[in-house]
Structure formats: C-alpha cells, structure tokens
C-alpha cells in the first residue's frame, strides 16, 4: 500500500483541474499557478503513480484510463475536504468558493443553467456551478454515485440504491406544427396529427423506465415517427419549416410559439405526466451547502416552469429510488 506520507496532497487539486479544464492553460488559470508549475505537478504526479495520466493532444490533453479511474475517487475526497472545512466555519453563501458539478439532460438544461447562475450572481458570488447540459449519458447513476456530479436533473429515476430522487415539477407534451398547418384546420374526425410524420428526439436507451401516466391515449394514436433528432432545438427548427409534427415538452411550448411560429394541435388527448426529479446522493442531504444548492435550483425551475405551463408539482417530500414506481411505455413516437 502506497504510504500517503510520500504523496504531496497539495497536487490533487491539480490533477483534478487538469482533469477538468482538458489543457494545462485551463489548469493554470484556475489554480492561479503558471504553466510550468501545472507542468511540474503533473511530472510528480506521473511519478507518484507510475501512469502518464494525460497525453497531449492538438487541443489539450486527452486522460489515460488510469486517470479516468483515479479522478472520481480523487474528486469525491476533494469534495469531502471542501465541504467538511466549509461545514465546520458554517456554510455561508455569500463568501464560499465552493464548486459544484450540475447535469441538466433534460431539453430546458440550458435555460436553466442560466436561471441558476443568475440566481447565484448576487447571493453566492464565489460560489462555481459547472454544468453538463448533454444528453443523457448511460452512466450518469455511476457519475453521481462517485462524485463526478454533485447533482441532477432528469425526467429518469435513477436505479442506484445509494442516490435520491425528488420531484421537482411535472413535465408533458404537446404536438406542435407550424402556423397554417394542415392539422390546425380541424373538422377531421380522426385526430390531426395521424397521417403527419413527427420529429422527435432520439429515444433514449432507459425511456422504458420512465413513470409515465396517461399514455395509454398517446399510444393509441398510432403515431408514425419521420424523423429522429439529437437536441429539442433541431425539433423546433424541422417543425417551424415543414410539414411535420414537432413532439414538444410542454415546458417549451411558449418559446416554440414565441420563437419559432409553432402553434398546439388541438383535438389531442391529455399530455402524459411525466415527473422530474432532482437526484443526488442520500448521504449529501444534510450537507447546508448541497441543500443551499437544490433549494436554488428547485426555484430556478419552478420559476421557469410557471412561466412556461400551469404550475403542477409532482408532490412534496422526498422519494428514496427503491419507492420510485416504473411503468413501461413503448415506442410510440411521443418520447419528448
């Protein structure tokens, strides 16, 4: 076993810098240390473990598996030494330079980001949120679980034991055509949107796991997907130029009108209800300054959101993952 006396502990936060940022610029600049002092650190470090960790690139540096398996564990230990000296003068927003990483896969992600750190802006200046705003990643439970992410956003529960899910707001969706569509003349007695091909995003691998409500209806439409997309932008965009059906969360729906000419098929059933919850490891539910950062996220959303849709929340309290209730809802073109 490795003696931790012959370790400078002083340089993992340079790893995890290095790790982060992807270039030794990046590092340098946010440890405020020159470039030749990152670049010695790292060759302690490289010596320390007996691994290159990162290997330059034409932009940056590209992680060694050695470094993608050390740098959870390396973060989560950071994390706990920051949160545990942050804890012991008591949490105060106003002069912690706290940093939290924040996954936001759902549509609004981007928006939101915004929401949040203008939120902070006053409140917790030195505060620093990170966000990923990507779609879903497959190992998202794992990040959170080992600390690459303090904190989640999702219309998926998560399945690890050790994480919590609480709802947040209720999501749903809404057909959405371009002004003047054929579909919005109504007087057909089969619903509008039957016989239109949608445009969609790509259905993720776990929407089979998603609580859903409501989608019997939706099914039954038989709808025909035409088109799979990565980002809700591109929906938007298809939608607004062409004929297709455009499958939108209701939470966008006023800047899909707004901003993109889109108008609501009328004649629809009622929109599924689909839960969003905010995930996180149970054991940082106590921790002020993680509940400082789900309180202020909690609000950027619901502020959003009542902008957005009739404020509905999918109750109160906390949902451990092991009570959070699954249903199966087949491919039927109206993944949102």
């Given at each position: 076993?490795?003696?931790?006396?012959?370790?400078?502990?002083?340089l993992?936060?340079?790893?995890?810098?290095?790790y982060?940022?992807?270039?030794?610029s990046?590092a340098a600049?946010?440890?405020?240390?020159?470039?030749?002092?990152?670049?010695?650190?790292?060759?302690?470090?490289?010596?320390?473990?007996?691994?290159?960790?990162?290997?330059?690139q034409?932009?940056?540096?590209?992680?060694?598996?050695?470094?993608?398996?050390?740098?959870?564990?390396?973060?989560?230990?950071?994390?706990?030494?920051?949160?545990?000296?942050?804890e012991?003068?008591?949490?105060?927003?106003?002069?912690?330079?706290r940093r939290?990483?924040v996954?936001i896969?759902?549509?609004?992600?981007?928006?939101?980001a915004?929401?949040?750190?203008?939120?902070?802006?006053?409140?917790?200046?030195?505060?620093?949120?990170?966000?990923s705003t990507r779609?879903?990643?497959?190992?998202?439970?794992?990040?959170?679980?080992?600390?690459?992410?303090?904190?989640?956003?999702?219309?998926?529960?998560?399945?690890?034991?050790?994480l919590?899910?609480?709802?947040?707001f209720t999501?749903?969706?809404?057909?959405?055509?371009?002004?003047?569509?054929?579909?919005?003349?109504?007087?057909?007695?089969?619903?509008?949107?039957?016989?239109?091909?949608?445009?969609?995003?790509?259905?993720?691998t776990?929407?089979?796991?998603?609580?859903?409500?409501?989608?019997?209806?939706?099914?039954?439409?038989?709808?025909?997907?035409?088109?799979?997309v990565?980002?809700?932008?591109?929906?938007?965009?298809?939608?607004?130029?062409s004929?297709?059906?455009?499958i939108?969360?209701?939470?966008?729906?006023?800047?899909?009108?707004r901003?993109?000419?889109?108008?609501?098929?009328?004649?629809?059933?009622?929109?599924?209800?689909?839960p969003?919850?905010?995930?996180?490891?149970?054991?940082?539910?106590?921790e002020?300054?993680?509940?400082?950062?789900?309180?202020?996220?909690a609000?950027?959303?619901?502020?959003f959101?009542?902008g957005?849709?009739p404020?509905?929340?999918?109750?109160k309290?906390?949902?451990?993952?092991?009570?959070?209730?699954?249903?199966?809802?087949?491919?039927?073109?109206?993944?949102?």
């Open positions: 076993m490795l003696n931790l006396r012959a370790i400078d502990l002083n993992l936060p340079v790893f995890e810098a290095a982060e940022e992807g270039s030794l990046g600049r946010r440890l405020s240390l020159t470039q030749p002092a990152v670049s010695h650190a790292l060759a302690r470090l490289r010596a320390t473990f007996g691994d290159e960790l990162f290997v330059r034409s932009r940056g540096m590209r992680p060694t598996p050695a470094a993608d398996a050390l740098y959870g564990r390396v973060r989560e230990a950071l994390a706990i030494v920051r949160g545990a000296i942050d012991s003068r008591g949490f105060d927003p106003a002069t912690s330079r939290f990483t996954a896969p759902h549509p609004l992600g981007p928006l939101l915004v929401r949040l750190m203008e939120s902070l802006a006053s409140v917790a200046p030195g505060v620093e949120v990170v966000f779609s879903r990643p497959l190992d998202l439970d794992k990040d959170l679980a080992a600390g690459r992410f303090d904190l989640a956003l999702d219309w998926l529960a998560p399945r690890a034991g050790s919590t899910a609480d709802p947040v999501e749903g969706i809404a057909a959405m055509v371009r002004s003047g569509h054929p579909a919005l003349a109504g007087g057909k007695r089969r619903p509008p949107v039957v016989g239109w091909p949608l445009v969609r995003l790509r259905p993720r776990d929407w089979s796991a998603l609580p859903v409500g409501g989608v019997k209806e939706w099914l039954a439409l038989g709808l025909r997907v035409g088109l799979e990565s980002e809700m932008l591109e929906v938007l965009a298809v939608a607004s130029r004929d297709m059906v455009g939108v969360p209701t939470s966008l729906a006023s800047i899909a009108r901003d993109f000419g889109l108008e609501a098929v009328p004649g629809l059933p009622a929109s599924p209800s689909i969003v919850w905010m995930v996180y490891r149970e054991a940082r539910r106590a002020p300054s993680h509940a400082f950062l789900r309180e202020r996220l609000a950027a959303v619901r502020d959101v009542a957005a849709q404020p509905t929340r999918a109750g309290g906390r949902m451990p993952v092991s009570k959070v209730r699954t249903a199966r809802a087949k491919s039927s073109g109206l993944e949102p």
